[in-house]
């Protein structure tokens, strides 16, 4: 069971090269598990027992479930994760001549992310160019599936800091080399041929590096797993599993995939955007409800907030609290702030552990030591527009923000199974 779920998650992860496709995975999920598509710009017609999703600007996507008639006004029940992770965009008019020998792209980092491993292992594009049809602008996915890029390091010979806390220049030390001089203004030509379109039909893109390595299980017992993308895809897609298990008879059942959480959340398809909200009023007002029983609803809802969490390092173990010490393989991690940048507090853990015990699924504790500060989630940015019960959690994980992180084989699968529970 454990080790199917990993793999499972990893064939997913391999389709998801950027949150655009991580959005178009689930989209083809959803359709395939009857899930009807509604549109932003359309009236909506939905029905009790009904299940339905939305997309916004190809990254986000809101599920839901709607109930039988009778429990209209038992609230909300959500599950949110983001579909980004750190990489490198790629920017306007990309390419680089070096002494008429080399061509380099141009570059900017996406996210808080560690550099060093981005060094020295194959990478490619992918993302998304828009077009223009029928008087239209369309948005199609691109993904130039080989090895196409890679960032060489400088040998130490000519670096003796390389190994002494080096400070990379992400304008000089981050740039990929893409070719040598023949492959000059040929980028775009490569791009255009991935989408099956004419490079001249390009009016606009949103183009990733991401890495190409393959993620695996590995260790003395096959206990770990490491790829590209665990955060925040093995929550995405745990969730998503779990929602479809669940039953979703007697409340709103919601799964949430937010874009741009590792920048700040702040556009409109991030969890500080309305999208969330304004999904749920639109289901309200197409069911007849008014806004006092929205109001309601919401007073009545819970939501889960599922982002990656960190791990007691084997190397760093010292980095972690004295007593709130997750492992990889040893449950799922609720995490905790004085400071509220993540939302837990007494009444939200206390109902996602009794969710666990009804699920047998172990958890376990996270807060950062008192003398460093952590990272804030997507659970209190999305309270600001949408205010209900909320608990941050995730699955415990090492080198976060590396491009190819580890993980525990066990846990993506104790999260399908708090998800199933929760919507059950």
């Known amino acids: 069971m454990y080790l199917d779920a990993a793999k499972e998650l990893l064939e997913f992860i391999e389709k998801s090269p950027t949150c655009f496709h991580a959005v178009e995975t689930m989209r083809n999920i959803l359709i395939k598990n009857g899930f009807i598509e509604l549109y932003e710009n359309e009236k909506w017609q939905i029905i009790c027992g009904g299940n339905y999703f939305v997309c916004r600007n190809d990254s986000s996507l809101i599920a839901f479930s709607v109930p039988d008639s009778k429990h209209l006004l038992n609230g909300f029940r959500i599950i949110a994760s983001h579909s980004d992770s750190p990489s490198f965009k790629i920017k306007e008019n990309p390419e680089i001549i070096v002494e008429n020998k080399y061509t380099k792209l141009n570059v900017e980092r996406y996210g808080g992310m560690l550099c060093a491993p981005w060094f020295d292992r194959p990478l490619s594009v992918a993302g998304r160019i828009i077009i223009k049809k029928n008087g239209n602008f369309q948005s199609k996915l691109v993904?130039?599936?080989?090895?196409?890029?890679?960032?060489?390091?400088?040998?130490?010979?000519?670096?003796?800091?390389?190994?002494?806390?080096?400070?990379?220049?992400?304008?000089?030390?981050?740039?990929?080399?893409?070719?040598?001089?023949?492959?000059?203004?040929?980028?775009?030509?490569?791009?255009?041929?991935?989408?099956?379109?004419?490079?001249?039909?390009?009016?606009?893109?949103?183009?990733?590096?991401?890495?190409?390595?393959k993620g695996s299980v590995w260790g003395a017992s096959n206990e770990f797993i490491s790829s590209g993308r665990l955060d925040d895809l093995q929550c995405a897609y745990a969730s998503l599993r779990g929602f479809l298990n669940g039953n979703k008879t007697d409340y709103f059942a919601l799964h949430c995939v937010f874009d741009n959480e590792e920048v700040g959340s702040q556009t409109k398809q991030g969890a500080a955007s309305t999208f969330l909200y304004d999904i749920l009023t639109r289901i309200c007002s197409a069911l007849e409800m008014t806004s006092e029983d929205y109001l309601i609803s919401l007073a009545k809802s819970f939501m889960i907030s599922a982002d990656n969490a960190h791990a007691v390092?084997?190397?760093?173990?010292?980095?972690?609290?004295?007593?709130?010490?997750?492992?990889?393989?040893?449950?799922?991690?609720?995490?905790?702030?004085?400071?509220?940048?993540?939302?837990?507090?007494?009444?939200s853990a206390a109902m996602f552990k009794d969710i666990c015990h009804a699920a047998d699924v172990p958890y376990q504790t996270f807060t950062n030591r008192s003398d460093m500060p952590g990272g804030s989630t997507l659970g209190n940015i999305s309270n600001t527009q949408v205010a209900l019960n909320t608990v941050d959690i995730g699955l415990p994980q090492l080198a976060m923000h590396s491009p190819y992180e580890t993980a525990g084989v066990k846990d993506t699968e104790y999260l399908v199974k708090a998800a199933t529970e929760f919507f059950r």
């Open 313 to 347: 390092h084997p190397n760093y173990a010292e980095k972690t609290d004295p007593v709130n010490r997750p492992y990889l393989n040893e449950g799922i991690v609720i995490k905790y702030n004085a400071n509220q940048k993540y939302c837990t507090d007494g009444i």
């Open 143 to 213: 993904n130039i599936d080989r090895d196409l890029l890679m960032i060489p390091n400088l040998a130490i010979h000519m670096n003796r800091d390389a190994n002494s806390g080096y400070s990379y220049n992400a304008q000089k030390d981050l740039l990929p080399l893409y070719g040598d001089i023949s492959a000059k203004d040929t980028f775009f030509h490569q791009v255009a041929k991935a989408a099956c379109v004419e490079e001249t039909e390009i009016l606009g893109h949103d183009l990733f590096l991401y890495n190409r390595q």
